[in-house]
């Protein structure tokens, strides 16, 4: 069955960076599209960013755009989100998702000084 898994969250700081990774089983990564999405405390959940099977298109939320940075490893069953100069409003529980249906545990990213 399909399964991902997401790691590399944490407490950081104001300007900090993080990089999230979301290992992928079960179906057949380098033939999908993938993507990240983030839930913050009483808000609804938000799309961040979404990369093609082959990495060639990629697409982010305005509210990330120049900070995060998404990519993925297809040797490796892997999509990454890169996010640097984070911002308080960039706390969240970050999930990967594949296909629109299949979701992650997700990692907590809390950003405060």
């Known amino acids: 069955q399909v399964h991902l898994v997401e790691s590399g969250g944490g407490l950081v700081q104001p300007g900090g960076s993080l990089r999230l990774s979301c290992a992928a089983s079960?179906?057949?990564?380098?033939?999908?599209?993938m993507r990240w999405y983030r839930q913050a405390p009483g808000k609804e959940r938000e799309l961040v960013a979404t990369?093609?099977?082959?990495?060639?298109?990629?697409n982010y939320a305005d509210s990330v755009k120049g900070r995060f940075a998404i990519s993925r490893d297809n040797a490796k069953n892997t999509v990454y989100l890169q996010m640097n100069s984070l911002k308080p409003e960039d706390t969240a529980v970050y999930y990967c998702?594949?296909?629109?249906?299949?979701w992650g545990q997700g990692t907590q990213v809390t950003v405060s000084s």
């Open positions: 998702n594949v296909r629109g249906v299949f």
């Open positions: 079960g179906f057949s990564f380098s033939s999908n599209a």
């Open positions: 990369i093609t099977r082959d990495g060639s298109g990629i």
